[in-house]
């Protein structure tokens, strides 16, 4: 009863709005008398009733409904509705299935793909398509990390955030350090911090010498908002790394492999409210080697763990180590057996290779090298279920994608945002 009421007094706002034309000092009477008209309807509705109401609509009738009047581009605009859409769309667990594409030569050539309709990853199994492009002239680079519907990449020394909604594009300033020097890497993570309720962007400069006998890094933060610009972090201690993996947030708290002194492997924990550094040693025992292409980590029961695939292939066999206390570096471990030999004759696939996960209990898995001119097959594994959970298709990219080398596929999941992006 509540949304039919909502959606009826919407058609009645959209109604009472003037059509165009007529002098330009009529067009002013007529915009007021219709603010007027929303803040009495406002004012006879309690304002969270109006919440449930427009966080259940579809995000282009949200979109369109801004224009209606001033007051309802404000309260759709404002950062309580857009945390509260958010946080419904994340119970609904309806979720848009993206992959990026890009060359690896020169990150210029960039694709990114979403299927048309968002999933119910608890459902029966299904694979869906990809065949919506949603990229734009100004997407290149490197990929960072998506977030809350929206999605981080850097080009050289400037970092852009897309909402994958909206499309909406921000450019940041451009990082400045001290640090530059010619072996010199530049990597970056966005993250959110729960407790002010503000997306950070992170990017370090490290700085290595010969044998890794020295390590020298600098850390800088910005607060996504209007007139944002990169300062040092509050940390008291910031141990020299040079950062490794790709990150996750879990629970306001980042997490990245990185290297210390001594060819060390380590993982970072940064917490996005306090920005306080911790090193958590890796456990010596499993003996893991941290390899963009046989580690890396995942969110699995709400903790991170770091999942080795060297023997994959080989042996069908996934291992899991989970941080069960970072202040004593505790780590417990799981080892899972996948039909590997079932997967690669019913999808054609020879050689798996885990490309990244998903949320708690999932893996992603698809053929080691990207064939642009094959179809491309990405499987999602329960690995707690122990079965096949759903899949991605995408057709052939050539002739639409036309570079010859080498190419990066990301595939994740994601809920959508309204969130406007101020620069």
Same mark, same amino acid.
Request: hydrophobic content about 40%; overall charge positive; some cysteine.
């Given at each position: 009863?509540?949304?039919?009421?909502?959606?009826?007094?919407?058609?009645?706002?959209?109604?009472?709005?003037?059509?165009?034309?007529?002098?330009?000092?009529?067009?002013?009477?007529?915009?007021?008398?219709?603010?007027?008209?929303?803040?009495?309807?406002?004012?006879?509705?309690?304002?969270?009733?109006?919440?449930?109401? !427009?966080?259940?609509?579809?995000?282009?009738? !949200?979109?369109?409904? =801004?224009?209606?009047? =001033? !007051?309802?581009?404000?309260?759709?605009?404002?950062?309580?509705?857009?945390?509260?859409?958010?946080?419904?769309?994340?119970?609904?667990?309806?979720?848009?299935?993206?992959?990026?594409?890009?060359?690896?030569?020169?990150?210029?050539?960039?694709?990114?793909?979403?299927?048309?309709?968002?999933?119910?990853?608890?459902?029966?199994?299904?694979?869906?398509?990809?065949?919506?492009?949603?990229?734009?002239?100004?997407?290149?680079?490197?990929?960072?990390?998506?977030?809350?519907?929206? *999605?981080?990449?850097?080009?050289?020394?400037?970092?852009?955030?897309?909402?994958?909604?909206?499309?909406?594009?921000?450019?940041?300033?451009?990082?400045?350090?001290?640090?530059?020097?010619?072996?010199?890497? *530049?990597?970056?993570?966005?993250?959110?911090?729960?407790?002010?309720?503000?997306?950070?962007?992170?990017?370090?400069?490290?700085?290595?010498?010969?044998?890794?006998?020295?390590?020298?890094?600098?850390?800088?933060?910005?607060?996504?908002?209007?007139?944002?610009?990169?300062?040092?972090?509050?940390?008291?201690?910031?141990?020299?790394?040079?950062?490794?993996?790709?990150?996750?947030?879990?629970?306001?708290?980042?997490?990245?492999?990185?290297?210390?002194?001594?060819?060390?492997?380590?993982?970072?924990?940064?917490?996005?409210?306090?920005?306080?550094?911790?090193?958590?040693?890796?456990?010596?025992?499993?003996?893991?080697?941290?390899?963009?292409?046989?580690?890396?980590? *995942?969110?699995?029961?709400? =903790?991170?763990?770091?999942?080795?695939?060297?023997?994959?292939?080989?042996?069908?066999? !996934?291992?899991?180590?989970?941080?069960?206390?970072?202040?004593?570096?505790?780590?417990?471990?799981?080892?899972?057996?996948?039909?590997?030999?079932?997967?690669?004759?019913?999808?054609?696939?020879?050689?798996?290779?885990?490309?990244?996960?998903?949320?708690?209990?999932?893996?992603?898995?698809?053929?080691?090298?990207?064939?642009?001119?094959?179809?491309?097959?990405?499987?999602?594994?329960?690995?707690? =279920?122990?079965?096949?959970?759903?899949?991605?298709?995408?057709?052939?990219?050539?002739?639409?994608?036309?570079?010859?080398?080498?190419?990066?596929?990301?595939?994740?999941?994601?809920?959508?945002?309204? *969130?406007?992006?101020?620069?």
């Amino acid at each position: 009863m509540r949304l039919s009421f909502g959606l009826a007094a919407v058609k009645g706002l959209r109604k009472k709005k003037v059509a165009g034309g007529g002098r330009r000092k009529g067009r002013r009477r007529s915009i007021v008398k219709a603010d007027a008209r929303s803040a009495a309807t406002f004012g006879e509705t309690p304002e969270e009733v109006w919440m449930e109401i !427009l966080a259940r609509l579809p995000v282009n009738s !949200l979109l369109r409904f =801004k224009c209606v009047s =001033k !007051l309802w581009s404000s309260l759709i605009s404002s950062r309580y509705f857009t945390n509260f859409f958010f946080k419904l769309s994340s119970q609904t667990l309806e979720r848009r299935v993206f992959m990026s594409v890009v060359d690896l030569q020169s990150y210029s050539d960039y694709m990114l793909f979403s299927a048309s309709s968002p999933r119910n990853w608890d459902a029966s199994v299904s694979f869906l398509q990809l065949n919506e492009d949603l990229t734009l002239p100004a997407m290149r680079g490197h990929f960072v990390n998506p977030l809350r519907g929206l *999605m981080c990449f850097r080009l050289g020394r400037e970092v852009r955030i897309y909402n994958l909604t909206t499309r909406q594009l921000l450019r940041l300033p451009i990082v400045e350090s001290n640090m530059w020097e010619g072996d010199s890497l *530049m990597w970056n993570y966005f993250g959110h911090d729960p407790v002010s309720d503000e997306y950070k962007v992170l990017s370090n400069v490290s700085s290595v010498s010969k044998g890794l006998r020295r390590v020298s890094s600098e850390t800088q933060v910005l607060v996504l908002g209007a007139g944002a610009s990169w300062r040092n972090t509050r940390s008291h201690t910031h141990p020299p790394h040079r950062p490794y993996s790709q990150g996750i947030s879990i629970n306001g708290v980042l997490y990245y492999g990185a290297w210390c002194l001594g060819k060390r492997c380590v993982l970072i924990s940064f917490n996005l409210a306090s920005e306080e550094f911790n090193l958590i040693e890796l456990p010596v025992e499993a003996g893991v080697i941290w390899h963009p292409c046989r580690a890396n980590l *995942m969110n699995y029961r709400g =903790k991170v763990a770091v999942f080795e695939c060297s023997r994959l292939v080989t042996e069908c066999m !996934l291992q899991l180590w989970v941080v069960e206390d970072a202040g004593k570096s505790k780590w417990s471990h799981k080892v899972f057996v996948l039909p590997c030999h079932e997967l690669r004759q019913s999808l054609d696939i020879n050689e798996l290779l885990i490309r990244s996960t998903s949320r708690s209990g999932e893996v992603r898995l698809s053929r080691r090298r990207f064939d642009r001119s094959k179809t491309s097959i990405n499987v999602i594994y329960d690995l707690e =279920k122990n079965r096949i959970a759903g899949g991605v298709v995408m057709e052939p990219l050539y002739p639409r994608f036309t570079c010859v080398g080498p190419l990066r596929a990301i595939l994740w999941d994601d809920v959508e945002s309204i *969130m406007y992006l101020e620069g």
